[in-house]
């Protein structure tokens, strides 16, 4: 059974910084893809970060040069460093590993102004 389970959300300003972690069993984030995906109120839920088998690290325009998205193998998590965040970023944010139909529960992000 594969279980992903997300944490470090939470409340912070806009500018500051939070770090999503997601935490997998029955799978191994290494050999596989991996990303996170956020939906904010309203809204379908879109891309933030992904690497790919093929080796390739993909960001929404809106992540490039304030998210990092890395990988422990050691822990076999998968880490999400937000830094300058904006209102904008507000979301739940998912762990997947893509092409699996795996999913975390999400852990909200809430950036006030």
């Known amino acids: 059974q594969v279980q992903l389970v997300e944490s470090g959300g939470g409340l912070v300003q806009a500018g500051g910084s939070l770090r999503l972690s997601c935490a997998a069993s029955?799978?191994?984030?290494?050999?596989?893809?991996y990303g996170w995906y956020r939906q904010a109120p309203g809204k379908q839920r879109e891309m933030v970060a992904v690497y790919s088998t093929g080796g390739i690290l993909n960001y929404a325009a809106s992540a490039k040069g304030r998210f990092t998205l890395s990988r422990d193998n050691a822990k076999n998590t998968v880490d999400l460093q937000m830094n300058n965040l904006k209102p904008e970023d507000t979301a739940v944010y998912y762990c997947?590993?893509?092409?699996?139909?795996?999913w975390g529960q999400g852990t909200q992000v809430t950036v006030s102004t």
């Open positions: 029955g799978i191994n984030f290494s050999g596989n893809a």
């Open positions: 997947h590993v893509p092409p699996f139909p795996y």
